[in-house]
């Protein structure tokens, strides 16, 4: 375990981990505690509003209505759902709510920032509310986002700040506040930076779990290629198929559609590329004679082995050359004559006396321009 550790330091990397401290109103405490009552014209309003979407009778198919219907009759009574555009209501204004409170106690904590001062996220709100929740959320690194809590889940709002530390190490610091309040579905909240831990290698002591993952991968890898290459031989001397050396190993085996040395993303199993893709294309093209056999092949990343057999050799497609041919050797020709030009160009510019004339003074040589620039490269000099 040890030398895998040490033989391969880039498979036992810290990311960047962000801790933060979150701060989110409880809607259902805050909307029990706020006191609304919407007058008549509010609750008529918002009723017209949403009557064709939420309030209109569903009829059955071929309904035929009464010859004295009125278009009312398509819609439930207002006195018959009133509770339920009360709530809505009652909703709305509870969001509403929170977003000034949680927007002012931002504007406060960022106020308080810019003097140069800190304190608790608890302080930014009004004193006495019982719907404030403040929370520290150990670090995680990118990949975690997705399995923090509900509540406190907004991939983006977070990425923003992994995005700006990989472009600029040290750049995101404790203290740093979302610039915005952030949104999920279970509702709205505001977080501070606690810190920004930096990518490093991990300690032996870290790694250990992770060492002893690879190490058992490495030496079980080893172990399949050496029982694959035995039973191979018997394939490829002839005493048995590799029908029967699937069989015998409970391997399974894929036929694929033909492809070009560019089609590795082709070599597809349960529509899945391969993972050793790359070697497996290799070793296929190695392949001289239809029916032969290549293996062991795998990489670091696949846990699977490969054998291959070649089935056929297809000849390249000559309409496609043919039509692709013209427009190559343009591109071809085009860029070999621009580097030509660009070589030429060089070289007369390398052997040309270019003087300069200047206000005072006899013309200067090029080179003796450049080297009063290196010399004073202010530009105190007087031309």
């Known amino acids: 375990m040890e030398a895998t550790y040490n033989d391969n330091p880039e498979q036992f990397v810290l990311e960047n981990r962000l801790g933060i401290e979150v701060a989110r109103i409880e809607r259902p405490r805050l909307q029990a505690a706020i006191e609304f009552d919407p007058t008549a014209e509010e609750v008529e309003a918002r009723y017209e509003a949403d009557k064709d979407t939420l309030w209109r009778v569903r009829r059955p198919e071929g309904y035929v209505p009464p010859e004295d219907a009125l278009p009312e009759d398509d819609y439930r009574p207002l006195t018959e759902i009133i509770e339920s555009v009360i709530r809505v209501l009652s909703r709305e204004h509870a969001q509403k709510e929170e977003a000034r409170i949680l927007q ?3 504007d406060q904590l960022k106020a308080m920032k810019e003097l140069g001062e800190s304190v608790p996220m608890e302080q930014a709100f009004p004193e006495g509310i019982e719907y404030v929740e403040v929370r520290t959320i150990e670090p995680f690194i990118q990949r975690e986002v997705y399995e923090l809590d509900d509540d406190v889940k907004n ?4 990425a923003s700040l992994f995005l700006k530390e990989r472009a600029s190490p040290g750049s995101v610091k404790p203290g740093d506040l979302c610039e915005t309040i952030a949104a999920n579905g279970q509702g709205n909240f505001i977080f501070r930076v606690i810190e920004m831990l930096p990518k490093r290698t991990m300690t032996y002591d870290e790694a250990l779990p992770d060492a002893l993952k ?3 991968e490495s030496k079980a890898k080893e172990l399949m290629a050496e029982a694959i290459g035995q039973s191979l031989e018997r394939v490829r001397s002839g005493e048995e198929t590799l029908e029967d050396f699937a069989q015998e190993n409970n391997y399974t085996i894929h036929e694929m559609d033909p492809v ?3 089609q590795s993303f082709n070599l597809k199993i ?7 893709r790359t070697e497996v294309m290799a070793e296929a093209f190695d392949i001289l004679e239809e029916g032969s056999v290549a293996g062991p092949v795998t990489n670091v990343t696949d846990s699977a082995g490969y054998v291959i057999r070649l089935k056929s050799i297809e000849a390249p497609d000559m309409e496609l050359f043919n039509s692709l041919r013209s427009s190559t050797e343009t591109r071809l020709l085009s860029a ?3 580097a030509l030009l660009d070589a030429f160009e060089a070289n007369l510019m390398a ?3 270019i003087r300069v004339y200047q206000n005072d003074g006899p013309a200067l040589p090029r080179s003796d321009l450049i080297e009063e620039a290196a010399q004073d490269p202010e530009g105190s000099a007087t031309p």
């Open 336 to 338: 070999k004559k621009q």
């Open 214 to 216: 690879a190490t058992e």
């Open 104 to 106: 002012e106690a931002l």
């Open 155 to 158: 991939p983006a709002a977070f």
């Open 260 to 262: 070009s040395r560019s």
């Open 270 to 276: 349960d529509n899945k590329v391969l993972l050793a």
């Open 351 to 353: 052997a040309a006396d």
